[in-house]
T-cell receptor, first 113, second 114 residues
Framework: DARVTQTPRHKVTEMGQEVTMRCQPI?????VFWYRQTMMQGLELLAY????????DSGMPKDRFSAEMPDATLATLKIQPSEPRDSAVYFC???????????FGPGTRLTVL | RKEVEQDPGPFNVPEGATVAFNCTYS??????FFWYRQDCRKEPKLLMS???SGNEDGRFTAQLNRASQYISLLIRDSKLSDSATYLC???????????????FGTGTQLKVEL
């Protein structure tokens, strides 16, 4: 049963610390998305990649967030330095070629104190 | 104005009731439409796509009105297990040509009670 995996599942950190979240997309999927979900804003698209190339990161605060895809099996989202307002659930999702459905990972629940 | 708008609910209904969710979207160039379901503290999962002619999957019926930019989801004979948040999702026509770029509504929470 192919799934998107994310690590860590939970992260509590202090303001100013670096946070790195990792995602392994479903094997063979060529599109990877990073979302942030909060009660107030719902699901917001932060960035997405196709064939490992970044296509759109307009939803991401550029000064502190960065997203990369060093290889086809790993996507990373970094926050440096983290702030309390970054507290949210961060989801990674992947999609196959020509398919609209996105498959979500279980999310990383981030709390910045 | 948000690109995709939904009533946040919660909708509290008795088991067996019929419940309808509505959604409007602002981008007339939107191409594809979906309903996703999200259980508490879980990830969103695709429930069904929405086609212009309307489509049904068991107790679930989805409809699209492109002229009004309106999408609906009807759940008949609701079960306790239907309790979840239902997310209206629209595929934007992205400038980058990304056919998979989705915009999610904030979701409508449904609670089905005994």
């Amino acid at each position: 049963d192919a799934r998107v995996t994310q690590t860590p599942r939970h992260k509590v950190t202090e303001m100013g610390q670096e946070v790195t979240m990792r995602c392994q997309p479903i094997l063979g999927h060529n599109t990877v998305f990073w979302y942030r979900q909060t009660m107030m804003q719902g699901l917001e698209l932060l960035a997405y990649f196709r064939n490992r190339a970044p296509l759109d990161d307009s939803g991401m605060p550029k000064d502190r967030f960065s997203a990369e895809m060093p290889d086809a099996t790993l996507a990373t989202l970094k926050i440096q330095p983290s702030e309390p307002r970054d507290s949210a659930v961060y989801f990674c999702a992947s999609g196959g070629r020509g398919v609209n459905e996105q498959f979500f990972g279980p999310g990383t629940r981030l709390t910045v104190l | 104005r948000k690109e995709v708008e939904q009533d946040p609910g919660p909708f509290n209904v008795p088991e067996g009731a019929t419940v309808a969710f509505n959604c409007t979207y602002s981008n007339s160039a939107s191409q594809s439409f979906f309903w996703y379901r999200q259980d508490c503290r879980k990830e969103p999962k695709l429930l069904m796509s929405v086609y212009s002619s309307g489509n049904e999957d068991g107790r679930f019926t989805a409809q699209l009105n492109r002229a009004s930019q309106y999408i609906s989801l009807l759940i008949r004979d609701s079960k306790l297990s239907d309790s979840a948040t239902y997310l209206c999702v629209v595929n934007r026509a992205g400038l980058t040509g990304g056919g998979n770029k989705l915009t999610f509504g904030t979701g409508t929470q449904l609670k089905v009670e005994l």
